[in-house]
């Protein structure tokens, strides 16, 4: 259930369970979840592409029984070749990758696609869209960071919102306006409206939504209301 339609496109909500409270992961993810949240991230860092470690396939794993959820792998780590089947394995129905870490791009795009999930491909705030434009035809997924990757709770790069915009036309131009345009970084209910309106239709959120002063639940219905 997509929190909003805007033109004509569904709007999905992905709630980066990085920001959530650890001690209570499962209680956060099924409150995420009831909440109305479509997809849940999963914020995959190793201390070497970004400066912080967050955790790996044994937690997706122990989520997949207990939501239904699509689980969204992003994988900000080097070498994630190595690493996609073990979180396919682990439940992860999308697998985004980072161009910056991917010498082979198009072949780990076709590596996630035979591992059984739908893939993504990721763009630091830093990174041209031009740089994935030749597997457009391949992949799922866009994802615009709109934060420099690495660290929750920072402030949103105001300037990403052009980039959206043109990653968006670009999509059109290629055909590929079917692709989900997802952002990270920053968002919250103050914001989100200007991102969509820019062509995004998936967003990710973390601390807005988990550490709500009134609850997830209520932090989901702000995004929803902001839309409306």
């Known amino acids: 259930m997509a929190?909003?339609?805007?033109?004509?496109?569904?709007?999905l909500l992905a709630p980066s369970i990085l920001a959530a409270n650890f001690t209570r992961l499962g209680d956060d993810v099924r409150d995420a979840e009831g909440g109305g949240?479509?997809?849940?991230?999963?914020?995959?860092?190793?201390g070497h592409?970004?400066?912080?470690?967050?955790?790996?396939?044994?937690?997706?794993?122990?989520?997949?029984?207990?939501?239904?959820?699509?689980l969204?792998?992003?994988?900000?780590?080097?070498?994630?070749?190595?690493?996609?089947?073990?979180?396919?394995?682990?439940?992860?129905?999308?697998?985004?990758?980072?161009?910056?870490a991917c010498r082979h791009l198009h072949r780990v795009v076709?590596?996630?696609?035979?591992?059984?999930?739908?893939a993504g491909v990721a763009l630091n705030p830093g990174t041209p869209p031009a740089m994935i434009e030749e597997v457009l035809p391949d992949i799922d997924l866009i994802l615009v960071m709109t934060v420099n990757p690495g660290f929750g709770g920072q402030k949103f790069i105001e300037s990403s919102i052009d980039k959206i915009g043109?990653?968006?036309?670009?999509?059109?131009?290629?055909?590929?306006?079917?692709?989900?345009?997802?952002?990270?970084?920053?968002?919250?209910?103050a914001n989100v409206r200007k991102v969509v309106e820019a062509g995004a239709t998936c967003i990710v959120a973390g601390s807005a939504i988990f550490d709500h002063h009134a609850g997830i639940a209520a932090a989901i219905e702000e995004f929803r209301s902001a839309l409306r």
């Open 72 to 100: 969204d792998c992003h994988l900000m780590i080097e070498h994630p070749e190595d690493y996609i089947g073990d979180f396919v394995r682990a439940g992860a129905r999308n697998i985004t990758v980072h161009v910056e």
């Open 37 to 46: 949240a479509d997809w849940l991230q999963a914020d995959i860092m190793d």
């Open 166 to 189: 043109r990653v968006r036309r670009m999509l059109e131009r290629r055909h590929r306006d079917d692709l989900l345009l997802q952002v990270d970084g920053g968002i919250s209910a």
């Open 3 to 11: 929190i909003a339609t805007y033109q004509g496109r569904s709007i």
């Open 49 to 70: 592409f970004v400066p912080n470690i967050s955790f790996g396939p044994l937690v997706v794993d122990a989520l997949r029984p207990i939501t239904a959820c699509l």
């Open 110 to 118: 076709q590596q996630i696609k035979a591992a059984g999930a739908t």
